[in-house]
């Protein structure tokens, strides 16, 4: 059974809208992230979250936002989508921030159109 | 800010072949270094970890480190075609951040 649960696995939007990319992990883990994933980089770590507190945000922009609605949720909201934001979403987790291995979902493919 | 660049971007080797990728980070403070693979369509997954300066071998797969030259290495002995894959080299500095390279695309030819 996978471990980390990411929805939806594929989506479609028009430019401008809004999506939210669902993470849940059943690992008991304390750290959560995300990761971007592009031709342009191929593994590109956008935020990472400890006990449902932010601890590192490396997105730039502010239409990223994560949310933490429980230990083992991390969801990603996007607004005002562009076509740059196209890429593949993962979600991670470890026991505790920075240490130790991550397990990753199996991502969620965002296309922007 | 941790640089962690990866070479070769791209590797072919026959199958039974040895397979070397390396790594090298910019931080001496660095901790905690591992190497991940990802398979087309899947999520990254943890390979093996090292440490300590010096070799780690689980099975036909080897990391060297060198914590003074800055490098880390994964060496695939008897390389098989379900090798073929993404490799990451991911490396954890003192401030519990962690940074990946951007990959060495290994193909094994049968």
């Known amino acids: 059974d996978p471990k980390i649960i990411q929805k939806p696995k594929y989506l479609v939007a028009v430019t401008g809208s809004e999506k939210i990319l669902i993470c849940e992990q059943y690992?008991?883990?304390?750290?959560m992230y995300w990761y971007r994933q592009s031709a342009k980089k191929p593994l590109e770590f956008m935020f990472s979250?400890?006990?449902?507190?932010?601890?590192d945000n490396q997105t730039a922009s502010s239409r990223f936002q994560p949310q933490s609605s429980k230990k083992n949720h991390l969801d990603l909201q996007i607004t005002a989508l562009k076509p740059d934001d196209s890429a593949t979403y993962f979600c991670?987790?470890?026991?505790?921030?920075?240490?130790?291995?991550?397990?990753f979902g199996e991502g969620s493919k965002l296309t922007v159109l | 800010q941790q640089k962690v660049q990866q070479s070769p971007e791209s590797l072919i080797v026959p199958e039974g072949g040895m397979a070397s990728l390396n790594c090298t980070f910019s931080?001496?403070?660095?901790?905690y270094f591992w190497w991940y693979r990802q398979h087309s369509g899947e999520g990254p997954k943890a390979l093996m970890?090292?440490?300590?300066?010096g070799d780690k071998k689980e099975g036909r797969f080897t990391a060297h480190l060198n914590k003074a030259s800055l490098h880390v290495s994964l060496h695939i002995k008897d390389s098989q075609p379900s090798d073929s894959a993404l490799y990451f080299c991911?490396?954890?500095?003192?401030?519990?951040?962690?940074?990946f390279g951007d990959g060495t695309q290994l193909v094994v030819k049968p």
């Open positions: 690992l008991g883990h304390n750290a």
């Open positions: 991670a987790s470890s026991q505790d921030r920075g240490l130790g291995q991550l397990y």
């Open positions: 931080d001496r403070n660095s901790q």
């Open positions: 991911a490396v954890s500095n003192s401030n519990n951040r962690i940074f």
């Open positions: 970890s090292i440490f300590s300066n």
């Open positions: 979250y400890s006990y449902q507190k932010l601890m």
